[in-house]
Nanobody
Framework: QVQLVESGGGLVQAGGSLSLSCAAS????????MGWYRQAPGKQREVVAT???????DYADSVKERFTISRDNAANTVYLQMNSLKPEDQAVYYC???????????????WGQGTQVTVSS
């Protein structure tokens, strides 16, 4: 079994910063890509940023130059540093990881429970 646990969400004023962390634990062979997604009320879940095990990153246009994704492979942890937050960044942020859990099956996506990020005007 695999668990992804997010932390670091909370309330922040517009223009402020917040850092999110997500740690994977349990039984698995390897983690490939990790990423952050977010979902605002009434909206579809959207990708925020992703990072491969080799360190290649990709960002949604809306967060480029404001957010930074990073990971610690040894700790099975992915981070999201969010700067210059805007009200439109308010959402539940979900950690995602593509994980190989068995030698007999392909890697699959796993999700954390989400952490609320609230941005006040």
């Amino acid at each position: 079994q695999v668990q992804l646990v997010e932390s670091g969400g909370g309330l922040v004023q517009a223009g402020g910063s917040l850092s999110l962390s997500c740690a994977a634990s349990g039984s698995f062979l390897s983690i490939f890509a990790m990423g952050w997604y977010r979902q605002a009320p009434g909206k579809q879940r959207e990708v925020v940023a992703t990072v491969t095990s080799g360190g290649s990153t990709d960002y949604a246009d809306s967060v480029k130059e404001r957010f930074t994704i990073s990971r610690d492979n040894a700790a099975n942890t992915v981070y999201l540093q969010m700067n210059s937050l805007k009200p439109e960044d308010q959402a539940v942020y979900y950690c995602n990881a593509r994980i190989q859990v068995s030698w007999l099956r392909p890697a699959s996506d796993h999700w954390g429970q989400g952490t609320q990020v609230t941005v006040s005007s």
